[in-house]
DNA sequence: AAGGGCCCCTGAAAGC
DNA sequence: TGCTTTCAGGGGCCCT
């Protein structure tokens, strides 16, 4: 379960170890994992490109490709995108090339130094996309953009468009506290519902959503609309808290996540709900409630939060 | 607008 | 003990 704290390591693990880097080899193990490009398209495309820079947006990363040896000419003329989204149970891995392969690798991208970035994925729900445009839709941390022409090769909408309408990035200055008490006002919803949604904030999944819903003191199935200004601003302080301690003990490790060089995250010991049904609260000892709400697990205290 | 259900998929855990 | 069923979940999509 990747979420944005988890994208996040991710993306720091990996980057220094691949920017600047050849792709030497592409292999595309399992051809269903990728959108918008066939796996030979893929795999020519890559080849001889080299990684220029790795983003995050919401629970996106977004790696820029660059050209070896490129002309200013060729550099404006093609300019690719890798999109990839992990979903449940995606990891991608550093390796040195011919390490033993482990069980569900999808995707192997060859590096010029011997090592080689893997795309692991037990669920098998991730998508890469080849992207080809000026500009990664969606890149902006406050408002979505609109997709660039695309070059030849053409993303299936799936999971680009999910990054073109992500709403802001919580921990970037876009995320006010305003935009959230205006997102709030007016939804009959409920607030974990609307915690959940990528299009209202890019980057929270069901375990920080339990997790930032209890250090704010409210009840995930509270009306959205029906929330006081100081429990807004408990919950916007809790969002941007949260997730800030959980990226500096890289993440969460609760099932199968680990960072790109294998490391598990550390902000599993801090949970105070998540996966704690019939444990004593932290903050009050009453045990912890475990409800579905909208086809998904809510933890909560029942004393802690109203 | 919002909620429910379905689907993708595998492996762990629970049920029989 | 061993086989079968259930469940977990991000998010797109469809239907009401």
């Known amino acids: ?7 996040e390591t991710i993306r720091r693990t990996i980057a220094p170890a691949i920017v600047g880097k050849e792709i030497v080899r592409v292999e595309v193990l399992t051809p269903k994992m990728l959108l918008g490009a066939s796996p030979a398209e893929f795999c020519q495309t890559l080849r001889g490109r080299r990684f220029q820079t790795v983003e995050r947006r919401g629970k996106y990363l ?7 040896n490129q002309t200013q000419a060729a550099k404006a003329a093609a300019n690719f995108w890798l999109i990839i989204h992990l979903k449940m149970a995606g990891r991608l891995l550093l390796h040195r090339t011919g390490d033993p392969l482990e069980k569900h690798t999808h995707i192997l991208w060859g590096l010029a130094d011997g090592t080689e970035l893997r795309y692991v994925d037990l669920r098998h729900f991730g998508r890469v996309v080849l992207w080809s445009g000026e500009q990664v ?23 680009v468009s999910g990054l073109e309408r992500l709403g802001p990035e919580p921990l970037s200055a876009a995320f006010t506290l305003d935009y959230l008490r205006a997102g709030l006002a007016g ?23 339990d997790e930032v819903l209890h250090r704010a003191g409210i009840h995930p199935e509270r009306e959205a609309r029906q929330l006081q200004l100081a429990e807004v601003e408990r919950l916007y ?21 680990v960072d790109g060089e294998g490391r598990k995250g550390e902000f599993a010991n801090r ?3 998540y996966g704690r049904d019939g444990q004593a609260c932290p903050r009050c000892g009453t045990p912890v409630v475990r409800r579905r709400l909208g086809g998904r697990s809510a933890h909560f205290c029942p004393h802690c939060q109203r």
């Open 1 to 7: 379960m990747p979420e944005l704290p988890e994208v």
């Open 62 to 68: 977004l790696f820029q490709l660059e050209e070896v």
């Open 137 to 159: 839709p969606g890149l902006e941390p406050g408002r979505p953009a609109k997709a660039s022409a695309a070059g030849e090769i053409t993303a299936t909408p799936e999971l």
């Open 187 to 209: 939804r009959k919803g409920r607030v974990k519902s609307l915690l959940l949604d990528q299009t209202f904030i890019a980057g929270l999944g069901n375990i920080y959503a």
């Open 237 to 257: 302080a809790a969002i941007r808290e949260i997730l800030t301690e959980a990226i500096a003990l890289r993440g969460t490790t609760f099932a199968t996540y």
């Open 271 to 273: 949970l105070a709900v």
